[in-house]
């Protein structure tokens, strides 16, 4: 299997279980496995344009990528998105579907 492989069976298998737990009614659970899913893009473009990053996992890489000078301001307003906590009801501050947000970042960056 190949890098390309790995990151992006990993990514869709988080995009299912995301899924899964929004049919199960379990949206903390969709916002969770949405956001492993952005960092493991993240992370994989992180690794591209610097050989030497470290992977800290899907919130580091999130935080990390939007203090980026280079970012456009469009993507970091997507990705942080992901790392907005969520009031005393369990729901985000915004109306946004992490689950589509992680795909468009995934589109974004067309990792081929």
């Known amino acids: 299997m ?3 492989q790995v990151w992006e069976d990993t990514f869709t298998g988080e995009i299912q279980q995301a899924k899964n737990a929004r049919l199960s009614g379990n949206e903390g659970r969709a916002r969770v496995c949405a956001r492993r ?3 493991i893009v993240i992370g994989e473009y992180l690794s591209r344009i ?3 990053f470290i992977d ?3 919130y ?3 935080r990390y990528f939007i203090t980026l ?3 456009s301001s469009r993507l970091k307003k997507i990705v942080s998105y992901f790392v907005l906590r969520v009031d005393e009801n369990h729901e985000l501050p915004v109306d946004i579907d992490l689950i589509q947000e992680a795909i468009k970042i ?3 960056f067309d990792l081929t």
Do not use: C, F
């Open 56 to 58: 800290h996992g899907a």
């Open 37 to 39: 899913a952005a960092g």
């Open 106 to 108: 995934k589109e974004e």
């Open 69 to 71: 000078p280079d970012v």
């Open 60 to 62: 580091d890489n999130l």
């Open 50 to 52: 610097d050989g030497d």
């Open 2 to 4: 190949t890098q390309k």
